[in-house]
């Protein structure tokens, strides 16, 4: 399991992935507008395009099995 504060910090990032996906970005403009590295999005963004339904909570349970 994630420690308690990555937990929260995944959750915020998950949630801001999912509102971008939503609007069409690609991985590389979100990587550029969240100021990350985009392979340390990547999963993140994967899971948010392949379960596009999935609250951020649920999207976080996916990433720690």
Do not use: W
């Not at 959750?11 to 985009?38: P, T, V």
């Amino acid at each position: 399991r994630l420690p308690f504060g990555a937990f929260f910090l995944n959750l915020n990032r998950l949630a801001q992935i999912q509102k971008k996906c939503a609007k069409g970005k690609s991985l590389d403009q979100m990587a550029e507008e969240l100021e990350e590295e985009k392979e340390k999005l990547r999963p993140l963004y994967e899971l948010a395009v392949k379960y596009p339904d999935r609250t951020a909570e649920e999207l976080l349970e996916l990433l720690e099995k």
